[in-house]
C-alpha cells in the first residue's frame, strides 16, 4: 500500500484516533437497528433481467485525481433521481478530506429514497464498522488498504451487524489475499488507488479468478453503456458509477441508458 491510498488510510485513522462516541454507547445504539435494506439481493434481482446492468449509483462531489467536480451535489435530490432512473443501489462517499463527503450525505440520501445504500469510505476499524451498521446498508473493505487477518475480522463483524459488504480488490495480490474467504459481493476497480491510473480492461481480465456464487461489481472510468457491454461480455453484470452520474445534468436519463433497462 503506497502513495494516495496510503495516504487517505492514514488520514481516517487520525479521523478516528479519538472517538466521537463512546464504543460501548455506538454499541448499545446499533442493537436498536431493524431496518436494514439487502444491498447484495437488490444487485442480483436487477442483475437477473436480460441486457440490464445493475448499478449502484454513486452520490460523488469529488476525488483526488479530479478535484471537486460537483460542487453543489444535493444527496437528497440526487439519491431521487437515481432511484427514478433505476438503479439497483446508491453509493455515497463519507470521507471528508479527499472525496468531499459527510456521514450526512449519507443519512440525508438513505432518508428519501427506498433503495439499499453502499458507506463508500476507508474502514479500517471495528469503530467505523459499528458506525456504518447505525446509518448504511453494505459497506466497503478495500482488500489492499487491510491485511488478510483485518479483512476476515471486519467482514465477520459487519456480518453479524447485518451489513453486506462490497470487499474491492484492484490486481492478483489482493485477489490471492481475499481467496481464502470466498467473500459472495466483490468489486473490481478499474482504477488503482496507489497511482490514480484506470485500467478498463482490469474487470474482464481478473473476473475469471472467481466463483460463479461470488458477485462481482465493476467499478471507476464507466462513462457509457459501451463500458459496461465490455465487462458484461466477461459475466459482470453490476456497476459501481460515480463521477459520470454526478456530473449529468439528467442524472436520471443518463442512467436508464447505462442499465439499458
Do not use: W
Request: aromatic residues 8%; charged residues 25%.
Amino acid at each position: 500500500m503506497t502513495d494516495i491510498l496510503a495516504q487517505i488510510v492514514d488520514s481516517r485513522r487520525r479521523d478516528y484516533a479519538v472517538p466521537a462516541v463512546p464504543m460501548a454507547e455506538l454499541r448499545a445504539m446499533c442493537r436498536d437497528r431493524t431496518d436494514f435494506r439487502p444491498f447484495r439481493e437488490a444487485l442480483r434481482k436487477k442483475a437477473s433481467k436480460p441486457g440490464v446492468a445493475a448499478v449502484i449509483a454513486e452520490i460523488k462531489r469529488g476525488s483526488p485525481s479530479k478535484g471537486m467536480f460537483a460542487p453543489n451535489l444535493d444527496p437528497v435530490l440526487c439519491a431521487a433521481e437515481y432511484e427514478t432512473g433505476g438503479a439497483a443501489c446508491l453509493s455515497v462517499l463519507t470521507e471528508p478530506k479527499y472525496f468531499f463527503g459527510t456521514l450526512g450525505d449519507l443519512t440525508a440520501a438513505r432518508q428519501n429514497t427506498v433503495l439499499p445504500v453502499l458507506r463508500k469510505d476507508f474502514i479500517v476499524s471495528e469503530y467505523q464498522v459499528y458506525e456504518t451498521a447505525l446509518y448504511a446498508d453494505c459497506m466497503l473493505l478495500i482488500a489492499r488498504s487491510l491485511e488478510a487477518a483485518q479483512l476476515k475480522d471486519l467482514y465477520s463483524l459487519a456480518a453479524e451487524l447485518q451489513l453486506d459488504v462490497l470487499v474491492e480488490v484492484c490486481d492478483e495480490a489482493d485477489i490471492e489475499k481475499i481467496a481464502p474467504f470466498r467473500f459472495p459481493l466483490v468489486g473490481i476497480n478499474h482504477r488503482n488507488l496507489a497511482t490514480m491510473d484506470v485500467d478498463m480492461t482490469r474487470s474482464q481480465r481478473l473476473a475469471e479468478a472467481f466463483t460463479p456464487e461470488q458477485h462481482l461489481v465493476a467499478a471507476s472510468g464507466i462513462f457509457s453503456r459501451d463500458g459496461i457491454d465490455r465487462a458484461m461480455s466477461s459475466g459482470i453484470t453490476s456497476f459501481l458509477i460515480g463521477e459520470s452520474l454526478s456530473r449529468k445534468t439528467d442524472r436520471a436519463a443518463f442512467l436508464r441508458e447505462l442499465t439499458g433497462e
